[in-house]
Nanobody, 125 residues
Framework: QVRLEESGGGSTQAGESLRLSCEVS????????VGWFRQGVEKEREFVAA???????TFADDVQGRFTISKDNGRKTVFLQMNSLKPEDTAVYIC???????????????????WGLGTQVTISS
């Protein structure tokens, strides 16, 4: 059974940085895509960033230029480096894995079949 575990969340001030990790465990196929989503209080879940198994990266418009995504295939871990954080980045950040390739865009939550529990990120002004 494939599992995802996020870590690295916390509280910091606007302008600072945080790095989130998503560790993938279990029998994950080599061709899998990983995405990050976030959900603020009383807000819809929204796409943040994704990296395909070939290394193609996709970002939401409001994090482009501030966030980067990378992966360590040996450790089966995907990292989300978040710089120049803003109070509006406050949310639970959730990692998702597409183990069954659907062909849907990586920005769509429905493209992913495995989800983590999330890690809280809180940014104060």
């Amino acid at each position: 059974q494939v599992r995802l575990e996020e870590s690295g969340g916390g509280s910091t001030q606007a302008g600072e940085s945080l790095r989130l990790s998503c560790e993938v465990s279990g029998p994950v196929p080599s061709a899998h895509n990983v995405g990050w989503f976030r959900q603020g209080v009383e807000k819809e879940r929204e796409f943040v960033a994704a990296i395909s198994w070939t290394g193609i990266k996709t970002f939401a418009d409001d994090v482009q230029g501030r966030f980067t995504i990378s992966k360590d295939n040996g450790r089966k871990t995907v990292f989300l480096q978040m710089n120049s954080l803003k109070p509006e980045d406050t949310a639970v950040y959730i990692c998702a894995c597409e183990t069954i390739i659907t062909g849907r865009p990586p920005t769509m939550a429905s493209a992913y079949d495995i989800w983590g529990l999330g890690t809280q990120v809180t940014i104060s002004s």
